[in-house]
């Protein structure tokens, strides 16, 4: 997937990363939407790849990579003669003197990304070469990126692009190293034997390394989160291991982190208790990106810089996506005036420092993937006998949240479904990630006065459950 | 000169910051070519302003720029009357809420830079904003800049901008270190007193920063020098006091630094003297340029890249300059086929480091400012005794080099004028750095068959005179 990331835009293709997580449905969907005339499948995910293409009329070709250090030969791929290349043989019949496809225009597309498993309404966000070009230049100063750094993907490159580190990594010279699966126990190794300098990854990354992990790394390790803060106790452990800590956000559609959690040197003099409240904070434009600002959904302008008064999290900036792919109503109710609208609600510091308050009300992000909660609404609603559904976070120890539905059962019904097969029904029809992993059943979901569900409410209410893992303990 | 990098920009006017060694004449031909509205003068140099704007009809209005910690105030103003504003007293009464003027389109000038102080025809390198922000960026990754360095300015700012560092280390949150002279002992209590981190400069710069101090630097001091690299022995002196040389390529007309020696790990356990050998190459495109070449001037092919076949050094990427100002003549003959012509001759090695063999025939380098020798010979052609007049570059262990003048006498001269009177005449005419040092009377300059002065012959002579400095003593 890292040479990939290079060798398609090099021959005047454009990319598509999918997620190894999602099913095969959900990858027939994308493919379809995307009309992918090639697909590059990891042995590991043959099986899902060929179940996927069986749903298409119009295919794409299979191309196979088997070869792998890390033991991919042990995988078997049950339908081999759906394979038409090997990946390993076409880049042996490759011509080293080939003069790679500059793009026509800096704005032609380089990759497509769909920023959720969605089935309904794929979001398939589209950048051009100038962004992730400029993007990739500025990952590179946030971060302090030295040369030759020795970088681990714990970061999957199906997430935005890995955030553009595949193409600012190899522009500093650095080492990638790869992994399949997450464990700590290798990640640990490969630290070890690899001299890894840099990663990055959601905050339950960070939890997961350091959770059962007491020896302190041999030497500092940079590692970048992005979206909500670690947890003040995550971020100490992970510190006093060796971790150096930096934090920021982004979305799939700015293609990589855009404001950072720039650390003043005279803040290393405040209490812990001062230091952990503005580490908790997003941050600051990045220095390759324009503008960032909070604006009041009503009248549309700037909110006070009180650090209270929220609003809607706007930006503008270079690396801000050419739009959605085949979805012009989407894309103009995003890209407005020259501002792409997060969606996402925070407040603006008197220092200009931004807070996320509350994520994008549609989404919850559970171990770093983004499920849209009105996807999973849909499926429930299929359910013969719900009657209402609305799905919002629950705090979870270590997947940072995990959805939870709230629903209403039809009245009358003979038999009441439980929390397990609502579960086990969801499981058939979605990513297991998406999957709500707490079903609560009320006799009347909770209305506005306009008949809307409000889902602050319902966030409330998951809040006060507490961790999904916890209550289960 | 660092604040107004920005405000100049921030207002919607454009850049043009003088070379303060120029002599008034020069001065104001540039602000008379430019269109100068307004001209910042610091104390120091007013006099020198006063002059220059006598010359013109339409002179600019002059803020003078009295306040600074370094002792400003001891300077003299002649004629405080010329000075409309002062500098001080414009920042007090500005506007904390002016809401800067952006460009509207990216491809607008944001400053013109004078390339040598030539009088007759004056070459303005103008820059877009585009172009100055991505160089802007490179310059911050390509020499691995962290948040927060103090940067001490031996390397001036009316040098192409200082090579984008005014707005690199804004970037970083850096501190600038100014100062008006240069002077080893001062830039060595500079460095202790304010924990300078990076400074840049001509090799010239680090050989006078070394040649006589012995004490070792407290911390690393990172020296990046462009063009020719310093030599060997200076090299290594200035490594063991604690300076970590980076070394580059670039010109007024790239708007800094793109291209760099980038350094292999594996080249550490090379002997030292292939270590001296590949650091004396100037080395690969920046991450932020898109592609550099050597080529046959006769048939424009790319050369072999073989470390021996000359050719015309040829860019391009985002940096390059829009062009001369009002010199369409000149844009056409340096900017063809989407290429930068530099004019500077050198080959590319076999793993593609750039090698410089010989710089723009008619330039000498002379303590990091880039001398004409067209434009020398144009004022030593004015003088009543001279026949024939050619100027090349002699080697200087202080300078790099400086102008060496060949000159042939009128035939049947009562008096014939001695070395000594020529370089007095050449004073009066033009700026000091641009004087030749040295002045050789020939019966006839050599010719080739069709009637051409052959250089390189002159250039011969000049290296087998040696360095005029140690002819000297």
Known sequence: MYELQFAVPMSGAILNNINTRLDATTVSVLLRHCESKLLFVDVFYSDLAVEAIKKLDKPPILVLIEEDEEGGDGADVADRSKFCYSYSVLVERGDPDFNWIRPESEWDPIVVNYTSGTTSSPKGVVHCHRGIFVMSLDSLID?????????????????????CYPWAIAAVGGTNVCLRKF???????????HGVTHMCGAPVVLNMLTATHEEPLKSPVHFLTAGSSPPVTVLLRAESLGFVISHGYGLTETAGVVVSCAWKPQWNRLPASDQARLKGRQGVGTVGFTEIDVVDP????????????MGEIVMRG???????????????????NGWFFTGDVGVLHGDGYLEIKDRSK?????????????????????????????????PDEQWGETPCAFVSLKPGLTRKPTE?????????????????????????????????????????MANKMGSTRLSRL
Not at 184 to 192: E, G, Q, T, W, Y
Not at 318 to 336: A, Q
Request: aromatic content about 8%; charged content about 25%; overall charge positive.
């Open 143 to 163: 971060w302090t990126v030295p040369k030759n750094p020795v970088y681990l993907w714990t970061l999957p490159i199906f997430h935005a692009n890995g955030w």
């Open 183 to 193: 464990q700590a126990p290798l990640i640990h190794r490969l630290i070890r034997d």
């Open 298 to 309: 009503a009248s549309g302008r700037s909110v006070e810089r009180d650090g209270a008064t």
């Open 318 to 336: 270079s690396s801000v996506m050419l739009g959605y792919l085949k979805d012009p109503v989407g894309t103009r109710k995003t890209l407005k």
């Open 362 to 394: 549609d989404v919850i992000i559970t171990g770093g993937e983004n499920v849209s909660s009105v996807e999973v609404e849909a499926v429930l609603y299929t359910h013969s006998a719900v009657n209402e559904a609305a799905v919002v976070a629950r």
């Open 420 to 460: 397990k097969e609502m579960i086990e029904y969801c499981r058939e029809k979605m990513p297991r990630y998406m999957v709500p992993k707490t079903v609560v059943f009320l006799d009347e979901l909770p209305k506005t006065s306009t008949g809307k569900i409000p889902k602050f409410v319902l966030k409330e």
